[in-house]
Nanobody, 128 residues
């Protein structure tokens, strides 16, 4: 069964950090472009960061660049998103997705909008 499972969300204070995980089963993540996205209540889903097949290229949304870092671990078939200096505007359900598109920019800015299936995601809450 092909599946992506997100984990790592938690309640953290402003300025705190988290590492989110996107674990794949049934396929090899390294063959795909993988992205992290988030959706806050009442808002549209937005693309945050994408990593290319083989982990050689990355794309970051300007809104989170410098605070969030995407990485991959092929041995664990997992892609991570390190969240640092969390702010009040960061709470959301965070999702990952993987496609065979050749472009991290395309997945993160436009192509994710046409994806029909999303997992449950992982909830990030920022609260003091």
């Amino acid at each position: 069964q092909v599946q992506l499972v997100e984990s790592g969300g938690a309640v953290v204070p402003p300025g705190g950090s988290l590492r989110l995980s996107c674990a794949a089963s049934g396929f090899t993540l390294d063959d795909y472009v993988v992205g992290w996205f988030r959706q806050a209540p009442g808002q549209e889903r937005e693309g945050l960061s994408c990593i290319g097949a083989g982990g050689t290229t990355t794309f970051y949304n300007k809104a989170i660049k410098g605070r969030f870092t995407i990485s991959s671990n092929n041995a664990k078939n997992t892609v991570y998103l390190q969240l640092n200096n969390l702010k009040p505007e960061d709470p959301a359900v965070y999702h990952c997705a993987a496609t065979r598109t050749p472009s991290t920019y395309a997945l993160c800015t436009t192509e994710y909008k046409s994806l029909e299936e999303w997992g449950q995601g992982t909830l990030v809450t920022v609260s003091s």
